[in-house]
């Protein structure tokens, strides 16, 4: 049995955890490699990093020789995900989902 989650995959998007800048670059790596072996291509400008609690001088994760961008929220299958763990922002973004679902459906219901 697994002691900690390592990845999460759905269809084309996958999230990397790493403890360490190092873990999460060999990581990294080693789906680049594994992708090429198998004629795939890990698009560096859609690849973005989140840090959480991470040293402001840490170096960079690379992809091909570029640095990967760094950003403090992103979406994963409908969920909003920030540094700040985004559980007001995930709701929010989820009530306004609903709120335009219940508009277009107003006119259905009359």
Partial sequence: MLEKLEDLQ???DLVLL????THAQKKFEA???????????VNASRTKEMR???PPNAR???CRGKALQQVTVFAYL?????TTRGTQE???ARYIKAQ???SVLRPVWR
């Fill in 78 to 82: 409908g969920s909003i995900v920030t």
């Fill in 10 to 12: 759905f269809a084309d």
């Fill in 52 to 54: 959480i609690r991470t």
């Fill in 31 to 41: 789906l680049q490699e594994q992708a090429d072996r198998i004629g795939l291509k």
């Fill in 100 to 102: 335009v679902a219940f």
């Fill in 90 to 92: 995930d709701v929010e």
């Fill in 18 to 21: 790493s403890q360490t800048i």
């Fill in 60 to 62: 960079d994760i690379m």
